[in-house]
């Protein structure tokens, strides 16, 4: 069959069109022969531009996937794909479950179904559950901590109060020193935790605020580039916040050895931060060219004292994600020597629904 010949003879074409699920059909040679609106939309092509085409070769699939398109042919025996990574006509990435299904007349359906959402929204609850469970620990190391340390200080007070040699109380204070020093980590470790003051801001004027401090600073060979969308409206914020989990961002990057760090805002509409769908999200990229963060920490760089530097107190990522989540936004990060992104997605109007 052709895409010449009205391949809604042959099938329940009203039904076809209206799905949602893509549906592509295949030739015995793997050639597109029909896709259905769904399918055009989901890779971004029309169906009579890409008439005859080998379809594996056309989405950069990998060469295992038209083997076993060809073996279920050949054995008539259907199967699934689970998350499987295809390219859309702008080369966009698109991750998609895909059931194929081989037709007695030699022909191949393919029914496919795009995963990312599911896979994000997943991936951001755990990093939000991450979070959670960290604080909550941090809260009761806290109180099991500062207990002591605070009977600790007021013994080496009242013990210093009874010395008469100056040259003796210098080991007091130093003990209180230490106790200070360690309750003013723990404090740290929670976070701020003064409510936010939301008031209306530019989010430009904070990325601004946040380059000249990095740029004042003067990291050695760093150059710092700007990509705005100055249409991105005013949001509803807590600007000393926003400016404190922006420059821990960038700060790890440069401290990492990065050459060049871009800074990008962006909108999205209709965006969903876990579970819940806002209208319009203001995406904000930092973006370096640095090592990038090494495989076996990519999975726990959000808790508390993970830090891949000798000098890092791996505090920074942590209390960044605390305070984005407190504008109910949240960071998200992909990294590969040479190229790694941390994204910061807050929400700028009130929430749609739940998903």
Same mark, same amino acid.
Request: with cysteine; net charge negative; proline share 5%.
């Given at each position: 069959?052709?895409?010449?010949?009205?391949?809604?003879?042959?099938?329940?074409?009203?039904?076809?069109?209206?799905? %949602?699920?893509?549906?592509?059909?295949?030739?015995?040679?793997?050639?597109?022969?029909?896709?259905?609106?769904?399918?055009? +939309?989901?890779?971004?092509?029309?169906?009579?531009?890409? =008439?005859?085409?080998?379809?594996?070769?056309?989405?950069?699939?990998?060469?295992?996937?038209?083997?076993?398109?060809r073996a279920a042919l050949q054995e008539q025996e259907?199967?699934?794909?689970?998350?499987?990574?295809?390219?859309?006509?702008?080369?966009?990435?698109?991750?998609?479950?895909?059931?194929?299904?081989?037709?007695?007349? !030699?022909?191949?359906?393919?029914?496919?179904?795009?995963?990312?959402?599911?896979?994000?929204?997943?991936? #951001?609850?755990?990093?939000?559950?991450?979070?959670?469970?960290?604080?909550?620990?941090?809260?009761?190391?806290?109180? #099991?901590?500062?207990?002591?340390?605070?009977?600790?200080?007021?013994?080496?007070?009242?013990? #210093? =109060?009874?010395? #008469?040699?100056?040259?003796?109380?210098?080991?007091?204070?130093?003990?209180?020193?230490?106790?200070?020093?360690?309750? %003013?980590?723990?404090?740290?470790?929670?976070?701020?935790?003064?409510?936010?003051?939301?008031?209306?801001? %530019?989010?430009?004027?904070?990325?601004?605020?946040?380059?000249?401090?990095?740029?004042?600073?003067?990291?050695?060979?760093?150059?710092?580039?700007?990509?705005?969308?100055? =249409?991105?409206?005013?949001?509803?914020?807590?600007?000393?916040?926003?400016?404190?989990?922006?420059? +821990?961002?960038?700060?790890?990057?440069?401290?990492?050895?990065?050459?060049?760090?871009?800074?990008?805002?962006?909108?999205?509409?209709?965006?969903?931060? !876990?579970?819940?769908?806002?209208?319009?999200?203001?995406?904000?990229?930092?973006?370096?060219?640095?090592?990038?963060?090494?495989?076996?920490?990519?999975?726990?760089?959000?808790?508390?004292?993970?830090? !891949?530097?000798?000098?890092?107190?791996?505090? !920074?990522?942590?209390?960044? /994600?605390?305070?984005?989540? /407190?504008?109910?936004?949240?960071?998200?990060?992909? =990294?590969?020597?040479?190229?790694?992104?941390?994204?910061?997605?807050?929400?700028?109007?009130?929430? +749609?629904?739940?998903?």
């Amino acid at each position: 069959m052709s895409l010449s010949e009205d391949p809604l003879q042959a099938w329940p074409g009203q039904l076809l069109e209206m799905l %949602n699920t893509a549906v592509i059909l295949l030739d015995g040679a793997l050639r597109l022969t029909y896709l259905n609106p769904a399918a055009e +939309n989901l890779f971004a092509i029309s169906r009579r531009q890409v =008439s005859g085409q080998y379809w594996p070769g056309m989405l950069h699939a990998e060469s295992s996937l038209g083997e076993r398109l060809r073996a279920a042919l050949q054995e008539q025996e259907p199967f699934t794909e689970r998350e499987l990574e295809l390219h859309t006509a702008y080369a966009q990435r698109i991750t998609v479950d895909c059931t194929a299904t081989p037709l007695s007349n !030699g022909e191949l359906l393919l029914e496919i179904v795009r995963v990312d959402r599911q896979l994000r929204i997943a991936h #951001e609850e755990h990093l939000l559950t991450q979070q959670h469970a960290a604080r909550d620990l941090m809260r009761g190391m806290a109180h #099991e901590i500062k207990n002591p340390l605070g009977g600790l200080r007021g013994a080496a007070q009242l013990l #210093e =109060s009874e010395l #008469e040699l100056p040259e003796m109380k210098e080991y007091t204070q130093v003990i209180i020193g230490e106790a200070d020093r360690l309750s %003013n980590l723990v404090d740290r470790m929670l976070g701020p935790n003064t409510v936010p003051d939301h008031r209306m801001i %530019n989010i430009h004027q904070v990325i601004e605020h946040v380059r000249s401090l990095v740029d004042a600073e003067a990291y050695p060979g760093l150059a710092l580039k700007r990509e705005y969308d100055p =249409s991105i409206p005013e949001l509803q914020a807590d600007a000393q916040l926003l400016v404190q989990a922006m420059l +821990n961002l960038v700060r790890n990057a440069a401290q990492a050895g990065a050459g060049c760090i871009t800074l990008r805002s962006r909108t999205q509409r209709q965006f969903t931060i !876990g579970h819940t769908r806002y209208k319009l999200v203001i995406r904000i990229d930092i973006i370096d060219d640095g090592p990038g963060i090494p495989p076996a920490m990519q999975n726990k760089i959000f808790y508390p004292m993970v830090t !891949g530097r000798a000098d890092g107190t791996g505090l !920074g990522l942590s209390i960044a /994600q605390s305070l984005i989540n /407190q504008h109910h936004g949240i960071i998200e990060f992909a =990294s590969a020597p040479g190229n790694t992104t941390f994204t910061i997605l807050l929400p700028l109007e009130v929430a +749609n629904d739940s998903c």
